[in-house]
């Protein structure tokens, strides 16, 4: 302590600490963007594909989509008597009536673990043969079965090798001349990757690039995550150093010269052009590649559990345990006929809403590319959506959450309910019921925010108490998911649009210049 203050007044070695701690920012700076600057051009390219290419995946709104529109007449059997045939003594988690080959079928169990008995006659099916199943990637591509090219995939290609189809160690794939693929799990006769070749281009100079999300190595998962996020972390040291490089040279007084007059950047040509720009775009840079390392969860005790355990009560509230005898009082049949006439039906959801037994009617509409969905109870008369006091009421008995702090209903989207697409394409649905519960034991995952869909009466969206570090430090810095910027769109677009444009030109320079210094070292 005593040495401190001679140490400040020395102003020679503060000078000279200075000029360390510049040279050394300098060192940093050049050399990791010779070894970066074309990651980083890579990623701010690649981004403004991200805005409007996603990856390929099969959503429950495409399986809706290419669904055939299910047929009322042909219901001739009981969803009771169709589950009594498979001879199970515990009652199913899940059930739904859709179509399959053409017929009307009881689904039992979720995708790709369920079980299909024809409604029609009640007859199991037995496997899922190699005719079946190009018939089913016929009919979802809407292309003649006898134009598919099949292969035999026994292991993930660029396509299946994330998410729910590279669970599948066994797919078939069907390819049309259109560019049309079709993935198939001969186990369950499901769909369970679909691609085109827009979609594929799309997804190669976007997320595939973006991600690095390339086959080999995205196989070994864990190499793959560590790949970037020490990638990531390396870039968002250069950042750093390089704004560190900007604000030490930078001189408000104006003691540089260029072309003759003061100047605040003792640099010219192409130096000088990356130095301005890294002054206005250098913290983006830096700031979307932490946020890009954070979305690896590198840091897994500060990323927020998303309150699990309350969802979870909350939807087994709201959905109870599924009886089907209660069915056979309304049939299949007579609740399609209760559906209004602009949804075309294409799945029947058996559930139970607070112990009533109710069908969910799920479908499309032509003026509306959104789901559509209408509940039709057993008992009483067929309704659009749950009242929020019978949810509210429901959870508090159900659940033993009794601490609600705040209820309310949503019906545009907020900070902690996003949606880019505007719910198009099956995003998040609007309105909403939105219910804060205290955290009443302390635990971890309980507390915190939960969006509840009137429609469905499950959880949509949930944040918990610690979730800020993922909204705000991933999605909100890496991706500017504000609502104020979602809800006035294009405003979003050009926002992001802009950044990227200043990022690439600062990459761009940073090109010029790491090459200018490698034909300088090795030129000599």
């Not at 203050?5 to 940093?28: D, E, K, Y």
């Not at 890579?42 to 669904?67: E, I, K």
């Not at 186990?187 to 100079?205: C, E, L, P």
């Amino acid at each position: 302590m005593l040495g401190l203050p001679r140490f400040v007044g020395n102003v020679g070695t503060v000078s000279h600490l200075f000029i360390a701690v510049r040279q050394f920012a300098i060192f940093c700076h050049r050399w990791m963007g010779v070894a970066f600057y074309l990651l980083f051009t890579w990623w701010f390219v690649s981004g403004v594909f991200m805005m409007y290419c996603d990856f390929p995946q099969v959503s429950d709104a495409d399986r809706l989509r290419h669904a055939q529109p299910l047929e009322a007449s042909r219901i001739r059997i009981s969803p009771e008597q169709a589950y009594k045939a498979i001879g199970l003594d515990i009652p199913p988690d899940e059930v739904h009536a859709a179509m399959f080959d053409g017929r009307p079928a009881y689904w039992f169990g979720a995708i790709p673990d369920q079980t299909i008995v024809y409604a029609d006659d009640g007859t199991i099916q037995d496997g899922y043969p190699s005719d079946l199943n190009l018939r089913t990637a016929a009919a979802w591509a809407g292309r003649p079965a006898a134009q598919a090219r099949v292969e035999d995939i026994s292991g993930p290609d660029q396509w299946t090798v994330g998410g729910q189809a590279g669970d599948q160690q066994h797919l078939f794939k069907y390819s049309w001349p259109d560019g049309q693929q079709v993935y198939v799990s001969p186990s369950s006769g499901q769909v369970m990757q679909y691609t085109t070749r827009w979609s594929r281009i799309g997804a190669y100079v976007g997320p595939v690039a973006h991600w690095l999300y390339f086959t080999p190595l995205r196989r070994n998962g864990a190499r793959w995550s560590r790949i970037v996020i020490w990638a990531s972390g390396i870039g968002t040291l250069m950042a750093l150093s390089g704004l560190v490089v900007g604000v030490l040279v930078y001189s408000p007084s104006k003691r540089y010269r260029y072309l003759g007059e003061p100047a605040s950047i003792p640099y010219s040509g192409t130096k000088r052009l990356h130095m301005i720009f890294g002054l206005f775009f250098g913290i983006v840079a830096c700031t979307w590649a932490f946020s890009g390392m954070l979305s690896m969860d590198p840091f897994p005790s500060l990323a927020g559990r998303g309150g699990r355990g309350d969802a979870g009560r909350i939807n087994r509230a709201l959905r109870g345990e599924i009886e089907l005898a209660p069915f056979s009082e309304r049939l299949p049949a007579e609740a399609l006929a209760l559906v209004p006439p602009n949804i075309q039906v294409k799945e029947l959801e058996l559930a139970a809403f607070v112990g009533d037994p109710v069908y969910l009617a799920h479908g499309t509409s032509s003026n509306d590319p959104a789901p559509q969905s209408w509940i039709v109870p057993v008992h009483g008369a067929p309704k659009a959506m749950l009242e929020s006091g019978h949810i509210v009421q429901a959870i508090r008995k159900g659940s033993a959450l009794s601490a609600t702090v705040e209820v309310r209903t949503v019906t545009r989207y907020e900070a902690y309910y996003a949606d880019r697409t505007r719910n198009r394409d099956g995003g998040r649905p609007l309105p909403v019921l939105y219910l804060r519960i205290a955290n009443p034991t302390a635990a971890p995952d309980s507390g915190g925010g939960y969006y509840i869909d009137p429609r469905t009466a499950r959880v949509v969206a949930r944040y918990s108490p610690d979730g800020w570090f993922n909204r705000w430090l991933y999605h909100g810095l890496h991706s500017l998911d504000f609502p104020w910027l979602y809800n006035y769109r294009p405003a979003w677009d050009i926002v992001v649009l802009l950044l990227l444009a200043g990022g690439t030109t600062l990459c761009v320079t940073s090109a010029i210049l790491a090459w200018k210094l490698l034909q300088r070292k090795i030129g000599g």
